[in-house]
């Protein structure tokens, strides 16, 4: 039975080159030592990013020349004050008063609380909320640093971390995937020090000579890695990694509500720990990932107009339907209907 997993492992590990799939684990032909050698992962890294360079040639008219100098340069933008005030605590009113279905995932020691937003429900029931989700502004954003066109999937998501636990997977320095993609943090309170703050190393969504040889000497050995995370593509790097990539140490978002930041998780970031409170910190999210590879910027499933409304149920859905066989594993489990604060 091992022998014809790891044969059909081998027959879909063409289909999957070209795709954005990363784990070294769980696929053969990917996390083969002999191909790694030759090239295959640094490959796919550096062609991934000459596309995701082309694709921002289009992307970049829609984004004032401050938000692409900031990310060419860091990796990441930060605009404090995005909204208007009004708006803003329009926002804040909405999602702390209304009663939401409330999905929570754990990692380690910390728990997230998400739900899932559709503009079909939004748009009469939540104003400030559907105005956010439709800004023209952030969306292109949000595209930009991803590096690809399509629906950024929003969610409110409640970050709850236990004092003193530093079991939490997000907390050690790591890239998302090989390729860009963005996540977006609007927050809807302070972020102190003591508050996990999100870090990121300046520069190094950037695909470097140094960076792409760590990673080559990463993906040989990457398939056996005791953490379970960067067996699967989710590389970690510790301070002394970085510092041999030539990288400065990481910065901590340190900041005051109504903040948006946007990073290319690609490359190295974390959530910092805390040792002196357990935090709880509700903020507006959204990702971005598609397949790196492909050649244009549109042409997005979710971006249809009568999926595009119900973004949030359709994720779920398909995550649902394709957890069923075991395809997927669902992390986000129902926890009930309620305010995200109790």
């Given at each position: 039975?091992?022998?014809?997993?790891?044969?059909?492992?081998?027959?879909?590990?063409?289909?999957?080159?070209?795709?954005?799939?990363?784990?070294?684990?769980?696929?053969?032909?990917?996390?083969?030592?002999?191909?790694?050698?030759?090239?295959?992962?640094?490959?796919?890294?550096?062609?991934?990013?000459?596309?995701?360079?082309?694709?921002?040639?289009?992307?970049?008219?829609?984004?004032?020349?401050?938000?692409?100098?900031?990310?060419?340069?860091?990796?990441?933008?930060?605009?404090?004050?995005?909204?208007?005030?009004?708006?803003?605590?329009?926002?804040?009113?909405?999602?702390?008063?209304?009663?939401?279905?409330?999905r929570e995932m754990q990692q380690g020691s910390?728990?997230?609380?998400?739900?899932?937003?559709?503009?079909?429900?939004?748009?009469?029931?939540?104003?400030?909320?559907?105005?956010?989700?439709?800004?023209?502004?952030?969306?292109?954003?949000?595209?930009?640093?991803?590096?690809?066109?399509?629906?950024?999937?929003?969610?409110?998501?409640?970050?709850?971390?236990?004092?003193?636990?530093?079991?939490?997977?997000?907390?050690?320095?790591?890239?998302?995937?090989?390729?860009?993609?963005?996540?977006?943090?609007?927050?809807?309170?302070?972020?102190?020090?003591?508050?996990?703050?999100?870090?990121?190393?300046?520069?190094?969504?950037?695909?470097?000579?140094?960076?792409?040889?760590?990673?080559?000497?990463?993906?040989?050995?990457?398939?056996?890695?005791?953490?379970?995370?960067?067996?699967?593509?989710?590389?970690?790097?510790?301070?002394?990694?970085?510092?041999?990539?030539?990288?400065?140490?990481?910065?901590?978002?340190?900041?005051?509500?109504?903040?948006?930041?946007?990073?290319d998780t690609s490359g190295f970031h974390a959530?910092?720990?805390?040792?002196?409170?357990?935090?709880?910190?509700?903020?507006?999210?959204?990702?971005?990932?598609?397949?790196?590879?492909?050649?244009?910027?549109?042409?997005?499933?979710?971006?249809?107009?009568?999926?595009?409304?119900?973004?949030?149920?359709?994720?779920?859905?398909?995550?649902?339907?394709?957890?069923?066989?075991?395809?997927?594993?669902?992390?986000?489990?129902?926890?009930?209907?309620?305010?995200?604060?109790?």
């Amino acid at each position: 039975m091992k022998s014809l997993t790891v044969i059909l492992e081998w027959l879909v590990a063409p289909f999957l080159f070209f795709t954005g799939y990363k784990s070294f684990r769980d696929n053969a032909a990917l996390g083969n030592v002999r191909l790694n050698r030759l090239g295959l992962h640094v490959f796919r890294a550096w062609l991934a990013d000459r596309m995701a360079r082309l694709r921002r040639l289009l992307l970049g008219r829609y984004v004032p020349d401050s938000v692409r100098k900031e990310y060419e340069k860091n990796g990441f933008v930060m605009r404090e004050s995005f909204l208007s005030a009004a708006n803003f605590e329009g926002v804040r009113r909405e999602v702390f008063e209304s009663d939401w279905p409330i999905r929570e995932m754990q990692q380690g020691s910390a728990r997230t609380r998400k739900v899932f937003l559709d503009m079909a429900t939004l748009a009469h029931s939540h104003p400030n909320l559907f105005q956010l989700l439709s800004s023209k502004d952030l969306i292109a954003q949000i595209r930009y640093v991803a590096g690809i066109g399509g629906e950024p999937l929003f969610t409110i998501q409640h970050l709850i971390c236990e004092a003193g636990q530093q079991t939490d997977p997000q907390m050690m320095l790591h890239q998302d995937t090989f390729h860009s993609t963005a996540k977006a943090w609007l927050y809807l309170e302070n972020v102190p020090e003591d508050g996990c703050p999100f870090s990121y190393v300046p520069g190094s969504h950037i695909r470097s000579r140094r960076r792409l040889r760590w990673e080559y000497e990463q993906s040989q050995r990457a398939r056996l890695h005791p953490v379970l995370y960067h067996a699967r593509g989710s590389f970690r790097a510790s301070l002394e990694d970085i510092r041999c990539i030539g990288l400065p140490d990481p910065v901590r978002f340190v900041v005051p509500a109504n903040t948006l930041i946007i990073g290319d998780t690609s490359g190295f970031h974390a959530r910092t720990p805390t040792a002196e409170k357990t935090v709880h910190r509700i903020e507006i999210y959204a990702s971005l990932r598609r397949n790196p590879f492909l050649p244009w910027t549109g042409l997005d499933f979710f971006s249809l107009p009568f999926i595009r409304k119900n973004h949030g149920a359709w994720a779920i859905g398909l995550m649902t339907l394709l957890a069923r066989p075991g395809w997927v594993k669902m992390p986000w489990k129902k926890t009930g209907h309620g305010k995200l604060r109790s």
